[in-house]
Structures are given as structure tokens and as C-alpha cells.
């Protein structure tokens, strides 16, 4: 396990791989308790597949993932059970239950592994809920909802146990500038004030420069971190074109004519 | 991990009451989403109990809280506000004072957020229930012509209809349901044949068995459970594929491409079950005559028996009509299922209903089609 303390999730040689096709190839990193961690890169270099690793719906080809000192990679059974309840999980497109109210979905966990009563779930679920500035929905169908509120009734069904780590996988994709520039500010909050520690895959740039403590950067071509640190610092001082296109939306061409 | 948490420890609470009617919670221990339940009750068991004037938790004991923990501190004040009591809050660790603040507290006193509001009074029920009846036969209505339509007009222009769709479906649905249909033909027949031989022997008519077989089966049965059994099914394929396009809105891609859903994706498949039914019905007839010719022989009657038998009372009229019914199926299979499909609405059980609608409704139309032939036939003498 990591020495120092403040490494919540440690990725250690890791490679995953669809059948034969190696997706990603050897990667290492950490991520720091508390912070805000961007996994991001074009379409198609492997981001989702990593976080979904990361959560344990994969088996990696090869390497381990720690969470909290625990790999798992390796957890079975009751140990497993015990990590996930560590980390929540908003998924890109919610992922809510459709069959129950938006309410019903953040009591679920709660109604499995705790012994809370029905009164309490309720409140607890009500306050997730408000938290993400869904009051005065609870009663809704996430048929019902738009697509910012699924997004963000989803995260609030993440954090239904008050876990450690968030992951979120895309969680401004296909929403407007304003309700995704909302999402932002409501992450950064959550982070602020609860101590949670985020992982977020993304795209999108005003999100990565407005949430993003550090940054990992995926390549398609070496199927490996290309980059890594603060976003502003590597969009001003990253020498690999990749990089370069990426954090200034620009195209092969566009790159030429500028040099 | 595990020693980590152990370092805390459970949560407890400790009640004592003053004279002035106050009351004060020394809430201790560590307070998270799996401990506070255990001390949930015990404390607004003790607010409730003695109603005081002043309610003071003192969190001073209070090692780590979550958002859970705040949860039990916000429902005491709730539980002391409400009864218009007073309510404070002592020695909060700076940390656990922030979480607290970031819930407001108003929203959450506030009764929670409801979906739909309750429908009306029992007259706007039945008035409602009423309309949406008369509005889904409009649609069955409606539906039909265009089908009908699309058929006419396939007719006309046979080289506009997407003849390899036609045949993907004929594969599906018919050669794909070949062995079912056999299967269940073969026993049924089995069945009637073998339950009406019983009393039949006592009068020493089991040769009639034989008459019987082929007259329920080519009148009746054959086309019947032939029918039935596609409709299970092809009937409910047709309303998931169409339902599943429904919610990925492919039939609106295909309406703002211009082309009509039902010319586009019903009009094949009516034509498909439309051309396979009859013929399935010809199978499905002979396995159910096959299904009595087992009952026959073991009552030790010959092959040769059997089919003069049936030769003699089975006529092609008999055949041919149970055949034309077929083609109204065929139809009612096809066009039930589409329009389930189509009426898809949104959600995850959408698909799934859809596919029930289509199967249950089909079996009713199918009975009260088969019921209107009868009559029709009976006064037709055939």
C-alpha cells in the first residue's frame, strides 16, 4: 500500500484490453484525497474504460487499482460490497431507476446497507436531494426530468452513502453552457464543504479549467498518459502537439500556421 | 481501513432534563450513514417523550459526522420546531458546523415535492376513462386505414415495397416459428383426439374421432392456435423492435426524412405475415391431423382407415375457409404489434408494455374476428 497518506486511489501498471485490442497500455498514477481529478483525451483513448476499471465493473488486463489501501482489482464477495460502499458512481446518462420516484432512487442504497429507519431515509434523502438543488422534486419520475436534473439527481443518488470518492463520467455532456456551468459549480462545492474526493471524465474544456485540481491526459496513439498536472499550466507550457491542439481546439492545421 | 475506523467510536446519546423544561442531547461517537441509525430512535424517542420547551444539543462528543449525522441533528430541530419549541445547537467542531449550515434548513422543513397531482372526483374519472377509450378506438381507427392504405398502394407500386425487408420478416416469422407451430399443433391434436375418444367409446363411435379432428382443425383450431402462437411469438417482436425505435426515435428520424413509418415499416411486415400465416396454418393442420392419427392407430384402427375417414368428411371448402381467416390474422398479428410499438411511450417499461399490449390485444381481436367468421359461415352453410 501507498506510504503517504494522502493517496486515496492508487493506479499501479495498469492495462486494460478489449480481447485482443490493448486499450490502454501501462499506466501509473495517484490520486490525491480531496482533491478534483480530470481524466480526460479525445474520443475514442480509453477515459471511460479506465474509470470504469476504476469502479469495478472491469477486470484489468493487467496491474492494480487501490482504493483506500484495498485493490480492487482483486475484492470479492463481502469485500467488494464494502469498497463500493466507499465510492459513488454517477453514470454519463443518470442511470436512474425508472420505475421509482427521483426520491425513491437516493433511498435505495440507504434502504440496503443501512439500518436507518424509514423517517430518517427520507430526511436524508430529501437533504442529498436539496444539495443538488433538487428540492421540490423528490416526487418526480426521471422520466419527468430534464437532462441537467437527471445528471444532477444522479449525483445525488452517488453520494446517497456519503462516500469518499465520486466518480462521474461525463457529467456535463449533452447539457446547455449554463446548466453544465451549474454542474461545475455544484462539484466544486461538494468538494469544498463535504471533503469528497472526485474523479470526473470529460471533455469539455471550460469544465476541466474551472473544476480541475490536475489532470491526466489519455492518448489514443501511445494508449498511454500523455500528460499530466494543472490544465492552465499545460495549455501555456506543453510542448506535445497533441496537447497543445487539445487545450486550444485547434487542428493539425491551425497548429501549423500558428508555429 | 478497517483500524482507521475503529478509532472512533459508536455513537451514543445521553438525555437529562432541567428544571425550566430543557432538555439537553450529549449526542458522542462517530456519526455516519451506517451508525446514526442506531441512535436515530433513542433520540427523537427522548424529544418526543418529554416535550420540552428548549431542546439543547450539545456535539461537543461528536468525533466525525457525515451528512447523515447532520441528518439526525436537522430532524430533532424539525420534531422541537414544529411542536414551536426552541431549538440550539452547542459546541459544533468548526468542520461539522459547515456541513450543517450547507442545508437549508426552511426548504427542508417544507413538505416534500409530489409528482403528478391526484387525478379528480369519481364523475371526471369515469368522464376521463371514458374519453381515452373512445380516443385509443379512433386510433385503432385511424391506424387501420392507414394500413390498409399502405397495403393499396404496395399494391399498385410493388416495386416501392422494400421486398428484402419482406423477406428478412418471412424468415422470422414463418420459417423461424415452423417447429412451435408443429409442436403445438401435434399435441393438441393428440389431446382433443385422445380426451373425446374416451366418451366416444361407450357408443362405439371412436372412428368418428376422426371426423372430428378434421373438422375443429381445419375450421377451427388450425388457424386458431396456429395464430395464437405467433402472435406470442412474432405479435410481441414486432411491438419491441417498433417500441425500441420509438424511444431511440428512429420513426422520427424517419418522418422528418420524409418517409412514412407505416408505409416504411409496417406495410413489410403485414405483407410477410400476410404470405406465412396461411401457409404455417397448412402445417399447423397437418400436424394436428397427424397428432389424431397417433390417437387412431393405438385404438387399432389402420392408417388407411384414417384417411378415408377424414377424406370423406373433410372438404376443401372447410379448408379454404379456415385458410381465408388466416389472412385477417395475419393482419391483426402484424398490425396489433406495429401500432403497440408505435404507442410506445417513454421510460424502461415502455418497451415491455408495449409488447403485452400487443399480445393481449391480438389474442382478444383474434377471438372476436374468429367469432364474426363463424356467424358469417353458418349463414354461408359452410
Known amino acids: 500500500m501507498s506510504d503517504r497518506k494522502d493517496v486515496i486511489i492508487e493506479v499501479k501498471d495498469f492495462t486494460a484490453k478489449y480481447g485482443d485490442t490493448v486499450i490502454i497500455d501501462d499506466i501509473s498514477f495517484e490520486v490525491i484525497k480531496g482533491e478534483i481529478f480530470v481524466i480526460l483525451g479525445g474520443s475514442g483513448c480509453g477515459k471511460s474504460t479506465l474509470l470504469k476499471h476504476m469502479i469495478g465493473l472491469y477486470k484489468p488486463a493487467r496491474g492494480n487499482i487501490i482504493i483506500k489501501g484495498e485493490d480492487i482489482t482483486k475484492a470479492e464477495g463481502r469485500d467488494r460490497i464494502d469498497l463500493l460502499k466507499k465510492i459513488g458512481v454517477a453514470y454519463q446518462l443518470g442511470a436512474l431507476f425508472g420505475s421509482m420516484t427521483v426520491l425513491e432512487n437516493v433511498m435505495l442504497p440507504l434502504e440496503e446497507y443501512t439500518d436507518l429507519s424509514r423517517d430518517a431515509r427520507h430526511l436524508i434523502g430529501r437533504m442529498k436531494l436539496a444539495l443538488v438543488g433538487l428540492e421540490g422534486s423528490e416526487g418526480k419520475m426521471p422520466s419527468e426530468l430534464s437532462g441537467g436534473m437527471i445528471k444532477r439527481a444522479a449525483l445525488a443518488r452517488a453520494m446517497a452513502l456519503d462516500p469518499e470518492v465520486l466518480f462521474l463520467d461525463e457529467p456535463s455532456a449533452g447539457l446547455d453552457p449554463i446548466t453544465s456551468a451549474e454542474l461545475d459549480q455544484l462539484i466544486i462545492q461538494l468538494s469544498r464543504s463535504l471533503g469528497v474526493t472526485f474523479v470526473v471524465v470529460t471533455h469539455e474544456l471550460n469544465s476541466i479549467y474551472t473544476i480541475a485540481d490536475r489532470v491526466i491526459m489519455l492518448d489514443k496513439s501511445t494508449k498511454n498518459i500523455i500528460a499530466a498536472g494543472d490544465p492552465e499550466y499545460l495549455r501555456d507550457n506543453s510542448t506535445i502537439p497533441v496537447v497543445q491542439k487539445f487545450f486550444r481546439r485547434q487542428t493539425d492545421e491551425q497548429l501549423g500556421a500558428q508555429n | ?382
Open chain 2, 1 to 382: 481501513m478497517k483500524d482507521h475506523e475503529a478509532a472512533f467510536s459508536p455513537p451514543s446519546v445521553e438525555a437529562s432534563k432541567d428544571q425550566d423544561n430543557t432538555l439537553v442531547l450529549k449526542i458522542k461517537g462517530r456519526l455516519d450513514v451506517y451508525s446514526t441509525g442506531k441512535i436515530w430512535k433513542d433520540s427523537s424517542y427522548e424529544l418526543e417523550k418529554s416535550t420540552p420547551r428548549k431542546l439543547i444539543i450539545n456535539g461537543e462528543g461528536i468525533e466525525y459526522c457525515d451528512a447523515s449525522g447532520i441528518a439526525l441533528l436537522i430532524e430533532l430541530r424539525l420534531i422541537q420546531e414544529k411542536k414551536g419549541g426552541v431549538f440550539e445547537l452547542r459546541g459544533l467542531s468548526e468542520d461539522n458546523e459547515r456541513l450543517y449550515k450547507l442545508f437549508n434548513f426552511d426548504l427542508l422543513a417544507k413538505p416534500e415535492g409530489e409528482g403528478k397531482p391526484p387525478s379528480g372526483n369519481i364523475v371526471e374519472r369515469v368522464g376521463k376513462t371514458s374519453w381515452e377509450m373512445l380516443e385509443e378506438l379512433r386510433v385503432h381507427i385511424y391506424f387501420t386505414g392507414r394500413v390498409t392504405f399502405g397495403l393499396l398502394t404496395a399494391a399498385l407500386n410493388p416495386f416501392k415495397i422494400r421486398w428484402k425487408e419482406v423477406f428478412v420478416t418471412c424468415e422470422k416469422f414463418g420459417a423461424n416459428s415452423l417447429f412451435i407451430i408443429a409442436l403445438v399443433n401435434f399435441l393438441v391434436g393428440l389431446v382433443i383426439a385422445f380426451q373425446s375418444a374416451i366418451p366416444m367409446q361407450q357408443y362405439g363411435a371412436q372412428i368418428f374421432v376422426a371426423d372430428l379432428i378434421v373438422i375443429a382443425y381445419f375450421k377451427e383450431l388450425g388457424p386458431l392456435m396456429t395464430a395464437f402462437v405467433v402472435n406470442g411469438r412474432s405479435g410481441s417482436a414486432f411491438a419491441a423492435e417498433l417500441g425500441t425505435m420509438k424511444v431511440n426515435e428512429e420513426l422520427d428520424a424517419l418522418d422528418t426524412m420524409g418517409l412514412d413509418p407505416v408505409n416504411f415499416l409496417v406495410v413489410p411486415k403485414v405483407l410477410a405475415a400476410l404470405f406465412m400465416l396461411p401457409l404455417l396454418t397448412v402445417f399447423g393442420n397437418l400436424f394436428g391431423l397427424l397428432g389424431g392419427l397417433v390417437v387412431i392407430l393405438s385404438m387399432g384402427f389402420t392408417f388407411q382407415t384414417y384417411i378415408n375417414q377424414i377424406t370423406a368428411s373433410g372438404t376443401y371448402t372447410m379448408l379454404l375457409a379456415g385458410l381465408f381467416k388466416t389472412l385477417f390474422f395475419a393482419v391483426l398479428i402484424a398490425g396489433v404489434g406495429c401500432l403497440s410499438g408505435m404507442r410506445a411511450s417513454r421510460g424502461p417499461s415502455a418497451v415491455g408494455d408495449a409488447a403485452t399490449t400487443a399480445v393481449v390485444t391480438g389474442i382478444i381481436l383474434m377471438i372476436v374476428v374468429d367469432g364474426i367468421f363463424g356467424v358469417i359461415y353458418y349463414i354461408l352453410g359452410i
